[in-house]
């Protein structure tokens, strides 16, 4: 059997053979796989898990054990699917301690035992936070971020840390989703040479793939509605503020956002009550105030949608034959008898035009914030000019596919007073929200825009980069609103995902929406980890 500390960071342990540049890094041997575990966690939902723990059929330390066997047998061999860079060393311990207080009659929260996968740009005390980087794979954080010290006392394990995209992202225009210096290239479980997208790669592979019911990923722009999308999820991405950003490295403090991924809208509903929580220091935090409601499992209706109006946004179709097939089909599926929904086609007058200037906020962001929380945390490089420079000096091993040159457009940024920047954030803002989602909402009297969350899942290229050809949720990430990911249907059995865009807290109405749809109709199928595609799939 494994043990939680078998591997205390796959990067460490593969510099010697520079396995992070290849797209099979940190393999287990085969003959280190252990026995199937007794316990089958495949599909197994964090709710119904929560309520065999209630019932008293199934322990955490059981539930936990289970899926460290499993990341075993599918992450590190078998598919070998690269997405989970470091399993949490107390995780058992930690399952044991809350089996005894189960036992003793105290319950944390319907958490309660549920292991929980947390992507490695999240601090999690003990634990390396490293954005991917091999130049920050020594930095051990002392404290929990906020938003894990509040799944811990609502009673969550923390199984491990997801591979994710280096810097979430932000250091190549060719760059390829799911790829980091640490870590390697994370696999889509449906077809193994496609791309799981990012930056939350390892979350959305990992919970696709069951090494864990439930995961957090972040967002600044389809971080989280992305990978959740290509890897047959249900991801939110929750209004900036809703839940703390403070203990995240950051991107952007207008921006930047966390939330949950899983395989159910009630499993997401459960995760994002652990997580939404009023914190005062993060400057988004206090806006939150008596938005958060007692329990978002309350939404969970039946008949959410019945009497509610969506626009369909039709500019962001167009682009793939089975994309527009799903989404006819789930428009079908909102309007029918069984859901009661009302559909109209609706016209962003701004659309996308907030893409430059959400680009130049992002650079002078990115900056500002990176540093801050360098200094803050006492990480390996103190400043985002000293990680340029380890880059460059380590270029064979942390520049082998591509360079950083949004790194270095960042850094050649000013102070967040600069008036390029004032102008940049200002007109985004406007452009995304009053002006795009805001306005569509109020003058078509909308409950949510539905668009393609984005196109299906692209081959992994390390030379072009990434090169998907279409997505829908951009409004909502630069607006700052709340947008729920939810499957459609595939495309060659490559999943697609539908995304609600609603107003500022109306989390709880998209996963009604989410809930009521899932319920017409199983849009969702397992991965089958085929290593690609058929030729007459193509």
Not at 137 to 161: C, E, N, Q, T, Y
Not at 336 to 345: K, N, P, Q
Not at 354 to 363: C, D, G, K, Q, S
Not at 435 to 450: P, S
């Amino acid at each position: 059997m494994t043990t939680p500390d078998r591997r205390w960071t796959r990067g460490h342990r593969c510099w010697p053979a520079l396995a992070a540049l290849t797209l099979m890094a940190c393999a287990t041997p085969q003959s280190a796989v252990p026995p199937a575990a007794t316990l089958d966690v495949v599909e197994l939902s964090a709710t119904e898990a929560r309520d065999r723990m209630a019932a008293g059929r199934l322990t955490s330390a059981d539930l936990t054990r289970a899926y460290l066997d499993r990341i075993a047998a599918i992450d590190d061999a078998g598919p070998m699917l690269n997405a989970v860079l470091e399993l949490n060393p107390s995780a058992m311990a930690d399952a044991a301690a809350l089996d005894v207080e189960r036992a003793a009659g105290t319950i944390r929260g319907p958490l309660h035992g549920i292991p929980v996968l947390v992507k490695d740009n999240i601090d999690v005390a003990g634990m390396v936070n490293s954005a991917g980087s091999l130049a920050m794979a020594d930095h051990r954080p002392g404290a929990d971020a906020f938003a894990v010290a509040r799944l811990r006392s609502a009673g969550a394990v923390i199984l491990g840390k997801t591979n994710l995209s280096e810097w979430a992202n932000f250091r190549s225009t060719r760059s390829s989703s799911g790829w980091s210096s640490r870590g390697g290239q994370t696999r889509n479980p449906y077809a193994l040479d496609r791309n799981p997208c990012g930056s939350s790669a390892g979350t959305g592979a990992a919970i696709a793939a069951s090494l864990g019911a439930i995961g957090i990923g972040t967002e600044t722009d389809g971080s989280i509605i992305c990978p959740a999308s290509v890897n047959g999820l249900v991801g939110l991405k929750s209004t900036v503020g809703l839940v703390s950003r403070r203990g995240i490295i950051p991107i952007s403090i207008s921006q930047d956002t966390a939330g949950p991924m899983g395989r159910s809208v009630a499993d997401v509903a459960l995760l994002l009550n652990g997580l939404a929580a009023v914190d005062a220091l993060d400057p988004a935090g206090p806006a939150a105030e008596g938005r958060i409601p007692p329990d978002y499992t309350v939404f969970l209706k039946a008949d959410a949608l019945k009497g509610k109006r969506f626009g369909v946004l039709r500019q962001a179709m167009g682009y793939h034959p089975d994309v527009d097939a799903s989404m006819a089909r789930a428009i079908d599926l909102l309007t029918g008898a069984g859901a009661g929904a009302e559909v109209t086609d609706v016209t962003m007058a701004s659309y996308n035009e907030w893409n430059a200037p959400e680009f130049e906020v992002l650079l002078y962001e990115f900056k500002d914030g990176l540093n801050a929380y360098l200094r803050s945390s006492h990480a390996p490089q103190a400043s985002l000019e000293a990680l340029i420079a380890w880059n460059a000096s380590h270029a064979e091993t942390v520049m082998p596919f591509f360079a950083q040159e949004l790194l270095e457009s960042a850094q050649a940024k000013g102070p967040l007073t600069d008036p390029a920047y004032l102008r940049a954030r200002d007109e985004a803002r406007r452009l995304a929200g009053p002006a795009g989602l805001i306005a569509v909402l109020d003058q078509d009297r909308l409950d949510a825009v539905i668009a393609p969350s984005v196109s299906p899942a692209w081959p992994t290229d390390h030379v072009l980069g990434d090169h998907f050809v279409g997505a829908g949720y951009g409004a909502a990430a630069v607006a700052g609103t709340p947008s729920l990911t939810v499957p459609i249907g595939n495309s060659q059995g490559l999943p697609l995902g539908m995304t609600f865009m609603g107003r500022p807290y109306s989390e709880g109405d998209l996963l009604g929406f989410g809930y009521a749809l899932e319920a017409t109709a199983s849009l969702r199928d397992a991965p089958t980890y085929r290593p690609t595609l058929q030729r007459h799939d193509r």
